[in-house]
């Protein structure tokens, strides 16, 4: 592609709608809070959920007492309006800054890390495809490391345990790093540690942390409930409500630390696993193209099975029992 055809956008960059928040400014200090859905377009849970907390406090049902809250229902509206994951390519990647946008996501991405900057905690809501329970990512433990540098790692865990759901996952750019080095075993294109940076990724740079909540499978309307129950627990939890913070139940907390990777056409996910489910040591996971079964190596976790996985790409993650405890 040329520069100059680089620079000009994608064809329907005239069209690009705004993104709309709404906010409610508590009387009395406290946090700014950031609550967000459709950063993938598909993902219709978020936006549903945040219409009816918005409700909630426009009529009164919930009152914000103190700090602040932003609402974000839909932070990429071409995928929205799509209704697709994307819009030119995956928001929640590589999210940051840029004087040259080239693309939808990259517009969208100068906008969206000044909202992320404005605030001190987000909850970026999802949903996803195929079965499995909800659960939470969260970042990586305090540290000065090179990676991710963080110092909220408790305060971030207190928020995500908060939220209602049951498991609880970390260790996100940690997989990305071992999925990189895997696909340069490959020769395949390398990847940027930076295509691992999302939303949650932006804001712990920016200073504060966030989580993202993937409230279950993309037309349950269950999701949806689940992701109305997680804003309203979190407004609690922040003390933006006077409602009594959600009680401190004990979670199943997963680190996120190996994969399987597809090397070959034809490498494929060997049974039906669900995000969550726990494997033993031995079973068998997938099956490369010649018949090879993979074990699984230790007691753990499947995480995001993938059946449709192409070279380079993971076929599952694994996760074992976290020593980071709620
Ligand atoms: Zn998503």
Redesign the pocket.
């Known amino acids: 592609m040329m520069l100059a055809e680089k620079l000009s956008g994608t064809p329907s960059d005239a069209d690009d709608p705004p993104l709309e928040t709404i906010g409610f400014h508590g009387l009395k200090a406290g946090p700014k809070l950031l609550v967000m859905g459709a950063?993938?377009g598909n993902?219709t849970c978020g936006p549903q959920a945040i219409a009816r907390v918005i409700a909630d406090c426009r009529e009164g049902r919930v009152r914000i007492a103190r700090g602040e809250v932003t609402f974000l229902p839909v932070a990429n509206p071409k995928a929205y309006r799509q209704n697709t994951?994307e819009g030119d390519r995956n928001l929640?990647r590589d999210l940051r800054e840029r004087p040259q946008p080239v693309d939808n996501e990259d517009r969208i991405g100068n906008r969206l890390t000044a909202i992320l900057r404005a605030h001190d905690a987000l909850l970026d809501v999802?949903?996803?495809s195929g079965e499995g329970v909800p659960f939470v990512f969260f970042g990586p433990d305090d540290n000065r490391g090179a990676l991710e540098p963080f110092r909220h790692a408790a305060a971030e865990m207190e928020f995500a345990g908060a939220l209602g759901v049951e498991l609880m996952i970390h260790g996100w750019l940690d997989i990305y790093v071992r999925l990189i080095a895997a696909r340069e075993r490959l020769d395949l294109p390398r990847l940027a540690v930076t295509e691992g940076f999302g939303t949650t990724e932006f804001m712990r740079f920016a200073g504060g942390y966030g989580v993202?909540l993937?409230c279950g499978r993309h037309d349950d309307p269950v999701s949806v409930d689940v992701g109305y129950a997680a804003i309203r627990n979190v407004l609690a939890h922040c003390g933006l409500t006077d409602e009594d913070p959600p009680r401190a139940e004990r979670r199943t907390v997963v680190h996120m630390d190996d994969l399987v990777i597809c090397e070959a056409q034809g490498d494929r996910l060997e049974g039906s696993w669900r995000t969550g489910d726990r494997v033993a040591k031995g079973t068998p996971i997938a099956r490369r193209a010649d018949g090879t079964v993979v074990p699984m190596p230790r007691d753990g976790f499947i995480i995001f099975p993938n059946p449709t996985a192409h070279p380079g790409e993971g076929i599952c993650y694994l996760g074992t029992e976290s020593a980071r405890r709620r």
């Open positions: 950063v993938h993902e994951r929640n999802h949903s996803f993202t993937e």
